[in-house]
């Protein structure tokens, strides 16, 4: 079993700064993917941004260049940086973990973007 806690979230103005953390614990395989979605009130879960544990990114549209994924294998910790945060971006952020044949989940974290 695989447990996710996250930490980071808040409340912040538009065009401020957060930065999110989540630290992975258990059994984890080395080769992994981890990550962020968010989902807002009444909408889907969003991909956010991936990272591979070899360092392969991938983000969403809505985020390029203003969010940074980045991990730290020695930790089994991810951390989302988010820049420039719009009121659009104001959601619950959930930490992801990939491994072979499971998924996990943390129980997320609010991030609200005033206007």
């Known amino acids: 079993q695989v447990q996710l806690v996250e930490s980071g979230g808040g409340l912040v103005q538009a065009g401020g700064s957060l930065r999110l953390s989540c630290a992975a614990s258990g059994r984890i395989f080395s080769m992994n993917v981890m990550g962020w979605y968010r989902q807002a009130p009444g909408k889907q879960r969003e991909l956010v941004a991936l990272v591979s544990s070899g360092g392969m990114t991938n983000y969403a549209d809505s985020v390029k260049g203003r969010f940074t994924i980045s991990r730290d294998n020695t930790k089994n910790t991810v951390y989302l940086q988010m820049n420039s945060l719009k009121p659009e971006d104001t959601s619950v952020y959930y930490c992801?973990?990939?491994?072979?044949?499971?998924?996990?989940w943390g129980q997320g974290t609010q991030v609200s973007v005033s206007s």
């Open positions: 992801t973990l990939r491994g072979p044949g499971n998924t996990y």
